[in-house]
């Protein structure tokens, strides 16, 4: 791990803006992670039927997909520190607004305002992605990942003691509140010491124009990297429903999911140094397989789990392993691999762009997924979601073959050098 003790010895020497937004995602990310495995609790305490959770969380992420394309736009042309000052203004105001909500519907409306806020997404990754080397990428990622997921791994148990506490739904608008408190600092935090990073330019053209270059980029580098994602998170729309089902129909308590939650959290933690590493030696397309065989072991122990049996626990706990371990072997390669083929003045358009497919196949996975689970059984939507998944991993090796293929040759040297 000589590799890692050299990015380690580098802190200091690390671009200022990864440092500014690794602190804030540091601080930030823990408060947001309390609520993660209530939050679908919370919306049927609210009111929700599983069809409705479905249509709020599809909604959601459509209105982000949708203010990315804004946002990307903007931050190739206008820069990228402005539109992050505003955005992370304007979620901070959200959650404060979001502690109030009465029913879940003002919660979808708070939730989707919230998603159109985060426009400024594309010019985060466009920071990150144009600060880093292709050599050193994999483990520059994981190290920042891992700073900011130093509290957030255990944050989940926070959550549990608030959700014992005060409830489901104080406990999670307690967490809405920090998260507003926290997110003014770290709008004050990244005023005062970010710098910009791209100056403004008129080389792109109007909107339109703009997105044209955008998308001729994306046919030659990326369709097959968005149809993989486009499968896998309909899939994984299909199956979204997993806190629902476990504290439902598994007969999982508010503290067990804070503590499968804290599992997965520490587990990915701890292998997100690895990854990186492995991501950059053995290449992305070893990485993203390794990663996609992993989850799908995790989804099959989960399917297989019996609802309310001493072995219930046991057999969550190991699918969490699995798919912590699974996660950022495929997160962090696919991250890297993205800014790999995309070109650093087309990424905030091309960022906004590809997010737009996945989204829409996990909202309509999602609404299929929730229909399942109610008007089926429970259980039907992580069966039919492994299912297609074993069905479709042929089609998924030959893709993840295709769209890695030339960068892992510029890894170990047998291409023609990165750009």
Do not use: C
């Not at 880093?132 to 900011?148: E, K």
């Not at 489901?168 to 509140?177: A, C, H, K, N, P």
């Not at 600092?185 to 053209?205: C, K, V």
């Not at 149809?227 to 899939?235: H, P, R, S, T």
């Amino acid at each position: 791990m000589r590799e890692f003790r050299e990015v380690f010895s580098k802190v200091k020497g690390l671009p200022r803006n990864i440092k500014v937004l690794a602190a804030g995602w540091l601080l930030w990310s823990p408060v947001q992670a309390m609520s993660g495995p209530y939050i679908q609790l919370y919306v049927s305490r609210l009111g929700a039927t599983t069809e409705d959770i479905s249509i709020v969380q599809s909604f959601q992420q459509l209105a982000n997909a949708a203010s990315r394309v804004i946002g990307g736009y903007i931050a190739d042309r206008h820069g990228r520190k402005k539109i992050i000052i505003i955005g992370t203004l304007l979620v901070s105001l959200i959650y404060l607004l979001m502690v109030f909500a009465p029913d879940w519907r003002s919660y979808a409306i708070l939730t989707g305002l919230n998603s159109l806020s985060l426009f400024y997404q594309p010019a985060l990754e466009g920071i990150q992605a144009d600060s880093v080397m292709l050599q050193t990428r994999g483990r520059t990622y994981a190290f920042v990942n891992f700073l900011s997921g130093l509290a957030s791994s255990v944050a989940p148990l926070g959550g549990a003691a608030a959700v014992n506490a005060l409830g489901i739904v104080d406990g999670v608008r307690l967490s809405f509140l920090l998260s507003a408190i926290v997110g003014f600092f770290i709008t004050w935090m990244r005023l005062r010491y970010m710098e910009e990073t791209l100056p403004t330019s008129d080389n792109h053209g109007g909107f339109v124009e703009a997105y044209r270059k955008a998308l001729a980029v994306m046919k030659q580098h990326i369709t097959n990297l968005i149809l993989v994602d486009v499968i896998l998170n309909f899939l994984g729309g299909v199956t979204f429903l997993g806190n629902y089902y476990m504290y439902y129909y598994l007969g999982v308590d508010k503290t067990g999911l804070g503590l499968l939650a804290t599992l997965g959290g520490v587990t990915g933690l701890l292998f997100t140094l690895p990854a990186g590493y492995i991501a950059d030696k053995q290449g992305r397309g070893f990485s993203i397989l390794w990663g996609h065989i992993l989850g799908t072991l995790s989804l099959l122990v989960f399917v297989l789990t019996p609802p309310h049996t001493s072995y219930t626990m046991p057999l969550l706990a190991f699918s969490s392993l699995m798919g912590s371990l699974g996660g950022p072997l495929y997160g962090i390669a696919y991250s890297t691999l993205r800014a790999d083929l995309v070109p650093k003045e087309h990424r905030g358009r091309v960022y906004a762009l590809m997010g737009i497919p996945p989204v829409i196949a996990w909202s309509i996975g999602a609404i299929i997924g929730g229909w399942m689970y109610n008007a089926l059984s429970p259980h039907t939507p992580f069966v039919a979601g492994l299912i297609l998944r074993v069905l479709l991993t042929p089609l998924l090796i030959v893709l993840f073959k295709s769209v890695t293929l030339v960068i892992d040759q510029q890894l170990t040297g047998n291409g023609s050098p990165a750009r």
